[in-house]
Each structure stands twice: as C-alpha cells, then as structure tokens.
C-alpha cells in the first residue's frame, strides 16, 4: 500500500477515495458496456454470466491501459500539484458529462421539445445547445466538489477565451 501511495502522491487517507472511486467507476463503465455489447448479439444465458465477466476483465484491463496513458500525457499538460489529482480531474470531467447529458432532456422537455415530436435536425442541435451552459456550470460546481476548482476555473477561462468570450473573462 505504500508503494501504491508514493506512486500517486497520496499524503492523507482521505485522498485514497479518488484511486477507489476511479476504480469502481472503471468498473461500472466496463459493466455497461459489457452488458449492451452482449444484449445486442443475444447471448445464451447460460453462457452470459461467464461471457459478462470475461468481457467486464478485458475492458477494464484496456480502460485502465488508456487512462494510465492519458494520465501520463496529461501529467505534464495540466498543472497539478500531485498525481492522484489528475485522478480527481477525470471523475469530475465523467459526472459532469453524464449530469449534463442526463439534465439537458428534461429541460428540453420543459420547453416543449421532445425526441419523439421533434425533427432531428433540430432536437440534436437544440440539445448541444442547452448541454454547452449546462456543463460549464456543472464543471465548476464538481470541481469544487472534488478539490479541483482552481484547476477548473483555469480550464474555463482558457476554453472561454478560444471559444471568443475574451472580453467576458477577467484575470
């Protein structure tokens, strides 16, 4: 275990919830994707227990492979005081994605705008439309949640700036 913490930088106990919760959201996401690749070929339930947990092994072998790589590269891309950090950053980037993906369809629905009664090319880019806000909020408020505002609030201006809100952004 102390290898495992001089590895990630961890000097508190409390910081050993952001490996954990990277963990069992590798996991979760590897679960998901197990299980809808395996509805769509109809598997025999005998064999999709079995099938279900090799699969769940294999993608989390491949997702931990990939943020692994993405922590190494980003490692010195973002500034961060510690390593475990980053492992923050990444969970607050996955809940803010999933929390405004999920929020922009009720707020649609709100306005009247419906998947089933809208046109595609028009629910689509109304629906990217009310993420983009919706996600800029939430990414501060998560950040926050998670340590990470400073982190945040610099990732904000910087995307704010390129996007041509220069003149909004104090500094």
Same mark, same amino acid.
Do not use: C
């Given at each position: ?27 979760? *996401?590897?679960?998901? &994707? =197990? ?8 598997? /025999?339930?005998? #064999? %999709?227990?079995? +099938? ?28 961060v005081t510690y390593r475990w950090e980053l492992i923050a950053i ?13 929020? *922009?369809?009720?707020? &649609? =629905? ?8 809208? /046109?595609?090319? #028009? %629910?689509?880019? +109304? ?29 904000e201006k910087k995307m704010l700036k390129r996007l041509g809100f ?6």
């Open positions: 275990m102390q290898k495992f913490k001089e590895r990630w930088e961890i000097k508190s106990s409390w910081q050993l919830v952001f490996p954990l919760l990277g963990l069992v959201s590798l996991l979760f *996401s590897s679960h998901v &994707l =197990s299980k809808y690749i395996l509805k769509s070929v109809h598997i /025999n339930e005998n #064999l %999709y227990l079995g +099938l279900h947990a090799g699969s769940i092994v294999i993608l989390s072998v491949i997702f931990l492979y990939i943020t692994l790589k993405l922590f190494k590269v980003l490692e010195n891309k973002w500034d990444f969970i607050a980037f996955a809940i803010t994605g999933s929390t405004a993906a999920r929020v *922009s369809d009720p707020l &649609l =629905s709100f306005f009247g705008i419906l998947k089933d009664t809208t /046109n595609g090319w #028009l %629910y689509w880019p +109304l629906r990217i439309f009310i993420i983009f806000p919706v996600y800029q909020v939430l990414l501060l408020i998560v950040g926050w949640l998670v340590g990470q505002f400073k982190f945040f609030w610099e990732f220069a003149r909004f952004i104090k500094d």
